[in-house]
């Protein structure tokens, strides 16, 4: 191995999880630098609606904690939304009931359950803003970013590798128990909605609220206009949107605010969601003995998670070197 790199870290994956890891990192004091394959807007993070919610994630005794500590920053954050990209805004998951949800309900603030569902004011955050801004407080803290192909984790040449790398894990790990959650989005021009709306259905995948029940239809006004959504359609790689499917979404969403149906289109988006039946957050060792960390397999919810899961995988960094 490089001496010159020999007490650094590096995180493979630019998405949410990613820098965020890195920046914790960062400003603890390592060098770090990111490996990602893609970074910026082409990344999975980038296309995702990004409402704060524990929403096909397990383990659920872990979640919480994890969901709860990001919440925390989110909430602080958007007292500089223009540069964090997070905002407090309110909304409704239609069909929740606080009785279905986890232990961690009862230390989100706000909650209120009312006929139609759960209302909350909750962080929503413009998620190419917000990875531009993560990239800028890594690079102010000493870190960097740098566009790389990784072919297998033990080719990359530091003390410590922190795998965050989603669904490329399934190969690269290799870990087949990661697979791909396909969700599209229709951007529309926004017709004036200022909140969002979830709505579950109990065909659906996993939540941390310990309900079966997967978002069957959803809206978040985002500065670059209204996100309808969505989809969870498993083990389906297809980057392409499909027109049908675009099709349902907007229907669905125009049941709920029939002033949708008239917006005027302006993107179609899709992105697979890294889902695992539990999240791997753990600390291991390389062939050569260097310490690997994984952090990998948060499904739809890497956001609601990425600070609570970012500290935690820092702290196996910390322990360290490998005995």
């Not at 961690?104 to 955050?125: C, D, H, K, N, Q």
């Not at 993560?134 to 803290?141: F, H, V, W």
């Not at 060792?285 to 994984?294: A, I, T």
């Not at 820092?314 to 070197?321: F, M, R």
Request: charged letters at 20%; one cysteine or more; proline letters at 6%.
């Amino acid at each position: 191995m490089d001496r010159e790199l020999s007490d650094e870290v590096i995180v493979v994956g630019g998405g949410v999880v990613g820098l965020t890891t890195a920046v914790v990192l960062a400003e603890s004091g390592r060098r770090v630098r990111v490996w990602a394959r893609e970074s910026g807007g082409r990344t999975t993070s980038a296309v995702a609606g990004a409402l704060w919610w524990p929403y096909r994630i397990e383990p659920e005794r872990l979640v919480g904690d994890w969901a709860l500590d990001s919440l925390a920053v989110y909430t602080r954050s958007a007292a500089d939304s223009a540069r964090t990209g997070v905002r407090l805004v309110e909304g409704v998951h239609g069909g929740l009931r606080l009785d279905g949800l986890g232990p961690w309900a009862a230390r989100v603030p706000g909650l209120a359950e009312t006929a139609e569902g759960i209302a909350a004011r909750l962080p929503l955050i413009d998620m190419p803003v917000h990875l531009a801004w993560l990239r800028e407080r890594l690079e102010r803290a000493g870190g960097s970013v740098e566009e790389r192909v990784v072919s297998g984790l033990a080719e990359v040449p530091a003390a410590v590798v922190v795998n965050c790398t989603g669904l490329g894990a399934r190969s690269l790990v290799p870990d087949p128990a990661v697979r791909p959650v396909r969700g599209q989005l229709v951007v529309v021009e926004n017709p004036g909605i200022d909140t969002w709306y979830t709505s579950v259905d109990k065909a659906g995948g996993g939540t941390a609220g310990g309900a079966e029940e997967g978002v069957s239809a959803y809206f978040f006004p985002q500065p670059g206009g209204l996100l309808l959504g969505g989809t969870a359609h498993e083990d389906a790689w297809s980057l392409e949107p499909d027109p049908d499917v675009a099709a349902g979404i907007v229907a669905r969403c125009a049941a709920v605010r029939p002033e949708i149906a008239g917006a005027r289109v302006l993107a179609h988006r899709v992105g697979l969601r890294p889902y695992r039946d539990a999240v791997r957050l753990e600390r291991g060792l390389l062939p050569d003995g260097r310490v690997l960390v994984h952090n990998y397999g948060h499904g739809g919810a890497g956001v609601t998670v990425a600070w609570g899961c970012a500290r935690e995988a820092a702290g196996l960094v910390d322990l360290g070197p490998a005995a």
